[in-house]
């Protein structure tokens, strides 16, 4: 615990069901879980359809950003978002796989982790290498946060003045960065 709460950006996903629960519901649910663990919800965006990457591989997402507060630190937050996942049938099989509940921190306040350097090397990392390659730690911000219109238009329903602390860029400023193509296939639901 780190005693002093922090403000943290979450995105939430699913494209498979759980159970007899639509990706949606299971998104709802998770809501709920997360308001159980050792954090305080401050908002969430709207849920939105997006489609699945790469074209054809699955059914479309449903997506969502939460900001929340908590005292844990960043590894514990993770271990906890990823007990969340493993109660909602989340299996680990796939890279960018189809899911039936993600949970990922975005951003951790104004904190580059583990350090600027790390950041740079994950953030650099050519797409070919991205679908392989995997984090041993968290890294953050998120390094695709910035290429993602299924993150950053969830974001913008709740934190659209947040500002990148590498990019110096805010949400909003970052989706307008985005082709329109991108941003209008996140729908809202």
Known sequence: MTGKPAKVLLAAGANLPFGENCPKLTLRHAVFALSQADVVIRAVSR???TPCFPADAGPDYVNA???VETEAD???LLQMLHQIEHTFGRARAQRWGMRT???DVVAWQNRVLP?????D????LPPERQIKATPDRLILPHPRLQDRAFVLVPLA????DWRHPVLGQT???MLAALPDEDVSAVTPL
């Open 171 to 173: 949400v909003r400023e």
């Open 157 to 160: 329903d709740i934190a659209p």
């Open 115 to 119: 350090d600027r350097a790390e950041y």
């Open 121 to 124: 090397r994950w953030q650099s």
């Open 74 to 76: 960043p590894e514990t």
């Open 65 to 67: 950003a939460f900001e």
């Open 47 to 49: 849920f939105f359809s």
């Open 101 to 103: 509940l993600d949970l």
